[in-house]
């Protein structure tokens, strides 16, 4: 594993500093490690047909093995060396949100190694937006495959900073593109199965989204909201199957109306005086908290994504302030809500008090 990572900033137009993404796709071509920004969250690449870069993603983030990767495209052309069987509604899918935060899961190619796919017969394809992502892969000259860019059952790095306090020392480089525009990892739906394809992680791109595009809608997966230890087959997809997304602190949900969760919360801090609690409260409810508590405001209630887009950064700021016990607002779950709540249910084992 690589003792010495190279960090360098891209404070522009990724064309300008094309050197940086000339020296990471370098890197990947000799089957090293290099963490790069996308739409959603940084991801940790190799070169998808190296088997032996491929099991250093695994060993770098201390990831079950068989927990398959996403492999990376810059152009859709890629596509082909991966998937086999590409249907209708996959290219109008494809058309619709390429490039962008949908990863779609295809019968792959015999040339796809078993590393990749974690000896599934499917492959799991995205196409990202950000510039940098399509630049290095680009210029890397094949698919990268990318988990995020954290030790694994960490909160995915949504900054720089997370990749240098997970992995630095482990990985060959990290680029530098300043925070991540969505913060929360891509939509994955499976074209595989018979009948209308099926949601196994959602994400920004949404059912109701896709829905307008393909004639039958994307039914939410029997995995969508399964507890991880439940989930006695093969995990198709990145997010199914182990703890995602864990402070280090205990975090429990509270479900209930806004004012009923922030008077339940208030009861369970007075309640323990002695310990060190945190609320991941709202723009709504920020002010309704005992102050003895450790609050961060993820967002509005009202915009989601605003929440979405933080939610990461915030669980990895409540590291940094020794709490013992976290307690989070619930959102109701619909649309780009029901994502954020994906992960912080995830985030907390699916400890739900309801008030």
């Known amino acids: 594993m690589a003792t010495q990572t190279i960090v360098k900033r891209i404070t522009g137009n990724a064309v300008t500093d094309m050197e940086i993404i000339l020296e990471a796709a370098e890197i990947i071509k000799r089957g ?154 891509s939509t994955i739906v499976d074209l595989t199965l018979p009948g209308q394809p099926v949601i196994l992680r959602p994400g920004s791109i949404t059912t109701e989204m896709m829905s307008k595009v393909i004639s039958e809608c994307c039914s939410p997966s029997a995995y969508f909201d399964v507890k991880p230890i439940e989930l006695n087959t093969p995990p198709k997809a990145p997010g199914m199957k182990y703890t995602h997304y864990a402070p280090k602190a205990k975090l429990i949900l509270v479900s209930g109306t806004a004012i009923k969760a922030a008077s339940a919360i208030n009861r369970l801090i007075r309640a323990n005086p002695s310990t060190k609690t945190g609320v991941l409260a709202t723009t709504e409810t920020k002010d309704l908290y005992d102050t003895s508590a450790v609050i961060k405001n993820a967002g509005s209630r009202e915009t989601p994504e605003e929440i979405g887009y933080n939610l990461f950064r915030i669980l990895r700021e409540f590291d940094k302030t020794d709490v013992e016990i976290i307690y989070s607002e619930f959102l109701e779950e619909e649309n780009f809500a029901a994502s954020v709540m994906n992960r912080l249910k995830k985030a907390a084992g699916y400890e739900i008090i309801n008030v």
């Open 32 to 185: 090293g490690l290099v963490a790069f920004p996308t739409e959603t969250v940084y991801g940790l690449g190799a070169n998808a047909f190296n088997p032996q870069a491929v099991k250093k993603i695994f060993e770098a983030k201390g990831r079950p093995q068989d927990n398959p990767l996403i492999a990376h495209i810059s152009v859709l052309d890629m596509l082909d060396d991966l998937a086999r069987d590409i249907t209708f509604k996959a290219i109008d899918l494809a058309k619709a949100f390429w490039p962008g935060p949908l990863t779609m899961i295809f019968f792959k190619k015999e040339t796809v190694p078993d590393e990749v796919s974690c000896n599934l017969p499917t492959i799991a394809v995205r196409f990202p937006e950000n510039e940098i992502a399509r630049l290095l892969i680009e210029k890397s000259g094949v698919p990268v495959a990318a988990p995020s860019a954290n030790l694994s059952g960490r909160p995915s790095p949504t900054l720089a900073e997370h990749v240098i306090e997970d992995l630095y020392g482990k990985i060959d480089m990290i680029i530098d593109g300043g925070q991540c525009a969505h913060g929360i990892e």
